[in-house]
Every structure is written in C-alpha cells, then in structure tokens.
C-alpha cells in the first residue's frame, strides 16, 4: 500500500500566475506596498506600545520604580 502525501504551501501561490512584476500598474504596486506597511506598523504598534509607556514612565519626573509603573493603583 503506499500513501500519497501531498504538501500544502502557506501564503500565496504562483502556480499559474502569469504576472509578472515589470507588468503589473502603478496603482497596483502602491496597493499592495501599503497593504506591506500596515501589516508592519500593526505589529511594531502591538508589540512596542507597553515598552513604549514604560520607557516614558521612567524617563518622567519624579522618577517611579519600575514597580510603580507596572501597579495598577
């Protein structure tokens, strides 16, 4: 008996696609950059807010403790 094993890629597939880069319009280049940049700044927004705080926190005066900061009192 033997088994097929098929393998699926993740993300987008070019099997078929027939576009090629030099071909594609301006308006399409500028939508898909800025769709790049905003998945981006999504992340770097999601993951650098807290430390962003903390780090203002600190850098205030009086100057806290890092406990401080992180008590919700």
């Known amino acids: ?3 097929n094993v098929s393998l699926k890629s993740k ?3 070019t099997k078929g696609s ?3 880069s030099e ?3 301006a308006t399409q280049a500028f ?3 800025t769709t790049w940049a ?3 700044a999504k992340v ?3 993951y650098g807010f807290i430390p962003l705080v ?3 926190g600190m850098n205030s005066e009086p100057k806290p403790q890092l406990s401080q900061l992180l008590s919700p009192v």
Do not use: N
């Open 1 to 3: 008996m033997a088994s």
């Open 11 to 13: 993300g987008k597939s």
């Open 18 to 20: 027939s576009k090629s």
């Open 23 to 25: 071909g594609k319009s």
């Open 31 to 33: 939508k898909e950059w």
């Open 38 to 40: 905003v998945k981006k």
């Open 44 to 46: 770097i927004t999601h």
């Open 54 to 56: 903390i780090i203002i």
